[in-house]
């Protein structure tokens, strides 16, 4: 008994530096990206390392999903593991920012069956009366790896360089790689099913067309211009003919079927907001740090600290309470929260005191912490075990789909914003033309070094508008945060019920 669980422990192990190392590849790279760019050069192409990673993740989790429900959770796990690994490897040689979008791509791919398989054999493995408490778990690890990620990436990136951000994934992945292989044996309870290979390319073409539209107009292209209509017309056709293909699939990358539950639709679509609000914050405060403070990678890393303690807090309660109240109710307590802290973060300035953008990003921390646990669980309530990958999958494809899109929006926003900005400043100005070469350039504000350079009062006036841009792109996430909230109301009354089934015990 003693061995049995010992077993199940490591396999616990496994998945949770799985998780671990997928979801700190993130905040790894967010942290340490004001000196990436100012590196590498490329502030006006920056968002593609983060929306790189999730377009690939995006695009590997419900292919993956479907494969384990048919094939088995063990093989594609390891598979995600030895590929993200691999594409880790090719990031830290990286030498311009295009090359590292394309290898954290490769990376996305592994990401892809890392998150899903490990939340769906997590509930296969335990009977639902310990799901709460191992939901709270897998969720807090989101959270941790959102403080260790801003810690070792700044540290990393300030006393060795930025590209070993991207080894420190090379012995999490070996442990995982040892304890899964040797722990882990699962249940034949599996499902023969066809994959939908025609949605899944359409879908990941719409949102490549979409994306590139969006960080292309207006800034290489007009809006107007030949290139970016088309951009559009291709997203509106392929995403057409996604929705024509899903009606028609036998086994839809969708399914539009799982849909029809209201708890597994509600919850969601309320990771999709979700996932693209959280995602201006990640991002952008620091660069706010790192850009209108001034300073290292490791003020901006720090920065995040308290958000993501106060995530780990709310994942483990949220957890915690699924077996006490409604999904729905602990969700509306979410919303409520986390729309505060948009609302703080809107009213920042470069006066601002870090302790209270400390506070600010605490209260953001503690409202979307509770949407780790508890909408993963929600997801996969519905479902048996035959069903649980795809629906894992589903719900983190979507939210992922959030996260890319709302990163991809945001950027357009900030940028936009920021430019106009800028020529304001300087209009009229005889230092017009050099204020704004070192506000178009990504190494002025994100590199300690050429800042100094910068007259003072030419950096005054460019972090005012790089501060001002920030603030409006908080401002802007308030939509989706806001959305997210009025759809937690068809999540329903269900919440964790102790009810023993079938095949729960696979080790």
Same mark, same amino acid.
């Not at 496994?14 to 967010?30: C, E, F, H, K, P």
């Not at 990393?156 to 292989?181: A, E």
């Not at 079927?257 to 959280?278: C, D, P």
């Not at 409202?367 to 780790?372: A, E, I, K, L």
């Given at each position: 008994?003693? $061995?049995?669980?010992?077993?199940l422990?490591?396999?616990v192990?496994?998945? %949770?530096?799985g998780?671990?190392?997928?979801?700190?590849?993130?905040?790894?790279?967010?942290?340490?990206?004001g000196?990436?760019?100012?590196?590498? *050069?490329?502030?006006?192409?920056?968002?593609?390392?983060?929306?790189?990673?999730?377009?690939?993740e995006?695009?590997?989790?419900?292919?993956?999903?479907?494969?384990?429900?048919?094939?088995?959770?063990?093989?594609f796990?390891?598979?995600?593991?030895?590929?993200?690994?691999?594409?880790?490897?090719?990031?830290?040689?990286?030498?311009?920012?295009?090359?590292? #979008?394309?290898y954290?791509?490769?990376?996305?791919?592994?990401?892809?069956?890392?998150?899903?398989?490990?939340?769906?054999?997590?509930?296969? &493995?335990?009977?639902?009366e310990?799901?709460?408490?191992m939901? *709270?778990?897998?969720?807090?690890?989101?959270g941790l790896?959102?403080?260790?990620?801003?810690?070792?990436?700044?540290? &990393?990136?300030?006393?060795?360089?930025?590209?070993?951000?991207f080894?420190?994934?090379?012995?999490?992945?070996?442990?995982? &790689?040892?304890?899964?292989?040797?722990?882990?044996?699962?249940?034949?309870?599996?499902?023969?099913q066809?994959?939908d290979?025609?949605g899944?390319?359409?879908?990941?073409g719409?949102?490549v067309?979409?994306?590139?539209?969006?960080?292309?107009?207006?800034?290489?292209?007009?809006?107007?211009?030949?290139?970016?209509?088309?951009?559009?017309?291709?997203?509106?056709?392929?995403?057409?003919?996604?929705?024509?293909?899903e009606?028609?699939?036998k086994?839809?990358i969708?399914?539009?079927?799982?849909f029809?539950?209201? =708890?597994?639709a509600g919850?969601?679509i309320?990771? %999709?907001?979700?996932?693209?609000?959280?995602?201006?914050?990640?991002?952008?405060i620091?660069?706010?740090?790192?850009?209108?403070?001034?300073g290292?990678?490791?003020?901006?890393?720090?920065?995040? %600290?308290?958000?993501?303690?106060? #995530?780990v807090v709310?994942?483990?309660?949220?957890?915690?309470?699924?077996s006490?109240?409604?999904?729905?109710?602990?969700?509306?307590? #979410?919303?409520?929260i986390?729309?505060?802290?948009?609302?703080? %973060?809107?009213?920042?300035?470069?006066?601002?005191?870090?302790?209270l953008?400390?506070?600010?990003?605490?209260?953001?921390g &503690?409202?979307?912490?509770?949407?780790?646990?508890?909408?993963?669980?929600?997801?996969?309530?519905?479902?048996g075990?035959?069903?649980r990958?795809?629906?894992t999958?589903?719900?983190?494809?979507?939210?992922s =789909?959030?996260?890319?899109i709302?990163?991809s929006?945001?950027?357009?926003i900030?940028?936009?914003?920021?430019?106009?900005?800028l020529?304001?400043?300087?209009?009229?100005?005889?230092?017009?033309?050099?204020?704004?070469?070192?506000?178009n350039?990504?190494? $002025?504000? =994100? #590199?300690?070094?050429?800042?100094?350079?910068?007259?003072?009062?030419?950096?005054?006036?460019?972090?005012?508008?790089?501060?001002?841009?920030?603030?409006?792109?908080?401002?802007? $996430?308030?939509?989706?945060?806001?959305? $997210?909230?009025?759809?937690?109301?068809?999540?329903?009354?269900?919440?964790?019920?102790?009810?023993?089934?079938?095949?729960?015990?696979?080790?």
């Amino acid at each position: 008994m003693a $061995a049995k669980e010992n077993k199940l422990g490591l396999v616990v192990a496994g998945l %949770l530096l799985g998780i671990l190392m997928a979801s700190m590849d993130n905040t790894i790279v967010v942290t340490a990206m004001g000196t990436i760019v100012g590196d590498l *050069g490329g502030l006006d192409k920056f968002v593609w390392v983060v929306s790189a990673y999730m377009v690939a993740e995006m695009a590997g989790m419900p292919i993956f999903g479907k494969l384990s429900d048919m094939y088995g959770r063990k093989r594609f796990f390891i598979a995600g593991l030895i590929l993200f690994m691999f594409g880790s490897v090719l990031c830290g040689t990286a030498q311009t920012i295009t090359q590292l #979008s394309i290898y954290r791509a490769i990376q996305g791919v592994g990401g892809g069956a890392l998150v899903p398989i490990a939340f769906t054999i997590m509930f296969d &493995l335990f009977p639902p009366e310990k799901r709460g408490k191992m939901g *709270g778990m897998f969720g807090a690890v989101f959270g941790l790896s959102s403080i260790f990620g801003p810690l070792i990436g700044a540290y &990393l990136t300030d006393h060795i360089s930025w590209h070993w951000i991207f080894y420190i994934n090379l012995p999490l992945g070996i442990l995982s &790689l040892i304890f899964i292989v040797l722990s882990y044996k699962e249940s034949a309870i599996h499902q023969k099913q066809s994959i939908d290979w025609w949605g899944a390319l359409t879908l990941i073409g719409a949102v490549v067309c979409l994306m590139f539209a969006l960080e292309l107009g207006g800034q290489k292209y007009d809006w107007n211009s030949i290139n970016i209509l088309s951009l559009f017309a291709g997203f509106a056709v392929l995403f057409v003919i996604f929705l024509f293909i899903e009606t028609k699939a036998k086994d839809p990358i969708i399914s539009f079927a799982m849909f029809k539950n209201r =708890l597994f639709a509600g919850s969601t679509i309320v990771g %999709l907001f979700y996932g693209a609000a959280f995602m201006a914050t990640t991002v952008y405060i620091p660069i706010f740090v790192q850009g209108v403070y001034g300073g290292s990678a490791t003020n901006s890393g720090l920065i995040l %600290l308290p958000m993501m303690l106060g #995530s780990v807090v709310t994942a483990q309660v949220g957890g915690f309470l699924t077996s006490k109240m409604s999904y729905r109710n602990i969700m509306f307590l #979410s919303g409520v929260i986390l729309i505060g802290g948009l609302l703080l %973060l809107s009213s920042i300035t470069p006066d601002t005191s870090r302790a209270l953008l400390t506070i600010y990003m605490i209260v953001i921390g &503690l409202g979307v912490g509770f949407s780790f646990s508890v909408l993963s669980m929600a997801a996969i309530h519905p479902f048996g075990m035959e069903q649980r990958g795809s629906a894992t999958s589903t719900s983190n494809f979507i939210r992922s =789909l959030g996260m890319t899109i709302g990163i991809s929006i945001f950027g357009t926003i900030q940028r936009s914003h920021f430019s106009s900005k800028l020529t304001d400043a300087f209009a009229g100005m005889g230092s017009m033309t050099k204020g704004q070469s070192f506000g178009n350039d990504s190494r $002025a504000l =994100l #590199s300690e070094q050429v800042r100094k350079q910068i007259p003072p009062q030419i950096l005054e006036k460019i972090t005012d508008a790089l501060s001002s841009s920030i603030v409006h792109t908080f401002t802007w $996430a308030l939509v989706p945060a806001g959305l $997210a909230f009025l759809f937690i109301f068809i999540l329903g009354k269900e919440r964790m019920v102790f009810k023993r089934e079938e095949g729960t015990k696979s080790v």
